[in-house]
């Protein structure tokens, strides 16, 4: 049982993301009175799914760091709420698997027989392969220690002997070290070209060693549960209140406004995105200098978002497994034509697997990121039209290539980054950040805001990267020093 020692001072949060519900959760722990403000109905920010025609459709969660219970990640899930011993918990056979020409190549959790299977596709990139599988089963080792997270903050303290070769590569510039066509597409199947070959190494060495399952009630019931903590510690959420001010005087945070009605606290974190805080609810001049910084440095500090489909498959197929990566005819998305094509299985979601969901995820960068905002804030109805347009061409490069899919594939959404902008005030729509790129930095920027003693913001742009884990922990870190 835990034991709250009350300190009665109040805090307010903005916004019910999982960054916002773990700050809540620590302040509680630490004995403030909580109360969380979110603009939607629901908790978890961009961790959630919805239903189409009776159907779930996850909108987050490929695979959570921290579900090995012998880990400082799985303990973090387990104090907030989201996950336990008894939770039932999805490891697949492969991260994701990639196909070109007649050939097929799965980041198995079975580094061994990957490490063979590229070997036997192409002794010419013996060098190569042996370093990266060398480098992942380093890292696999590493990731059953307790309290390792596998992040390249952490690789860099001398996990990983190749960390420097690593470090200095893009995940294009890698795949150029590879000579088969098909390892060449391997290492940017998944993650953008742009990104640092560190993080699939991280990602998939996670993945491999069991400690980056999926939770198997999909990533809506699991922002659920951290909600029901927060609830259970005797937090509040506000739903439904999106807040349009924040009083600021003498250098203090006084109030917020929403829904016209005011609430005072004597502290205040901002989890929402910070070009929404800095431009919408409190004067840009008190932007922190160096996260301003990050946003003007685009060519550095690039953001994507993505365009997805979701289907669903009325009867077993085996064409569809888990996550593969297939060549299909050139597709325009966006600004850009496409000829890989990511498509996702979510099986392990549904009882009946007979059907499933299965979605196409196709990344955009900033210029088809503007392209989708343009058209949105133009003319709407253009927009549609494209969205539509674009889902069709889709769905037709799909059946093409695995026309047995033809008369048991059924659409059921369509969204593009200006969803995540809509429902979440995220900056272009990203959800992960700025890019992690070959050289990049791990620091993290302060949480304080000059001259607002009593208030601090906290988000993935401050970091290195987004997602879940880092998530949950920026909530933990800023409390600590409330």
């Excluded at 603009?39 to 090995?68: S, V």
């Excluded at 019931?221 to 349009?244: D, P, Q, R």
């Amino acid at each position: 049982m835990i034991s709250i020692k009350k300190n009665n001072k109040s805090l307010l949060v903005i916004g019910a993301g999982i960054t916002g519900l773990s700050t809540g959760i620590h302040a509680l722990l630490k004995g403030y009175n909580v109360e969380i403000f979110e603009k939607n109905d629901f908790p978890g920010g961009c961790c959630t799914g919805w239903f189409r025609e009776g159907y779930y459709i996850d909108n987050c969660m490929h695979w959570l760091t921290g579900t090995n219970q012998h880990t400082k990640g799985f303990k973090l899930w387990k104090k907030l709420g989201a996950i336990s011993e008894t939770s039932n918990l999805h490891q697949g056979e492969y991260f994701y698997k990639s196909v070109y020409d007649n050939n097929e190549i799965a980041l198995s959790t079975d580094t061994k027989k990957l490490r063979k299977e590229m070997l036997d596709l192409s002794s010419a990139d013996a060098e190569e392969t042996s370093r990266f599988v060398d480098a992942i089963e380093e890292l696999v080792k590493a990731n059953q220690i307790n309290n390792f997270i596998c992040t390249p903050f952490v690789v860099a303290k001398g996990y990983l002997k190749n960390y420097l070769y690593y470090h200095k590569l893009s995940l294009g510039e890698l795949s150029k070290k590879f000579k088969h066509p098909l390892l060449q597409r391997l290492f940017t199947d998944y993650f953008p070209a742009e990104y640092s070959s560190l993080s699939l190494i991280c990602a998939y060495a996670t993945f491999a060693s069991g400690n980056g399952k999926v939770y198997e009630k999909g990533s809506k019931e699991f922002a659920n549960n951290i909600a029901k903590k927060f609830i259970s510690l005797g937090g509040i959420i506000h739903y439904n209140s999106n807040v349009t001010n924040i009083e600021i005087t003498n250098n203090s945070f006084k109030s917020i406004t929403a829904n016209n009605q005011k609430f005072e606290g004597d502290f205040l974190i901002s989890t929402i995105d910070p070009m929404f805080l800095f431009n919408n609810l409190i004067d840009n001049s008190y932007m922190p200098k160096d996260l301003k910084n990050k946003f003007l440095n685009k060519k550095q500090n690039e953001i994507v978002s993505s365009f997805h489909t979701a289907y669903l498959i009325n009867q077993y197929t085996p064409d569809i497994t888990e996550t593969s990566v297939i060549e299909i005819e050139p597709t325009l998305v966006g600004r850009h034509i496409i000829t890989r094509l990511l498509i996702k299985d979510y099986s392990y979601l549904y009882k009946d697997k007979d059907k499933k969901v299965i979605q196409l995820f196709i990344v955009q960068n900033m210029e088809d990121i503007e392209y989708w905002q343009d058209l949105y804030t133009n003319n709407k109805e253009e927009y549609k039209i494209v969205k539509e347009n674009t889902t069709t061409n889709l769905t037709s490069a799909l059946l093409n290539k695995l026309p047995n899919l033809k008369d048991n594939l059924h659409l059921l959404d369509s969204w593009t980054p200006v969803t995540y902008n809509s429902y979440f005030n995220t900056y272009y729509g990203s959800y992960m950040g700025f890019v992690f790129k070959k050289k990049g930095s791990i620091k993290k920027l302060s949480s304080k805001i000059k001259n607002i003693k009593n208030m601090r913001y906290v988000t993935y742009w401050q970091t290195y990267m987004g997602g879940l884990p880092i998530a949950a922990r920026l909530g933990e870190a800023v409390v600590k020093h409330l």
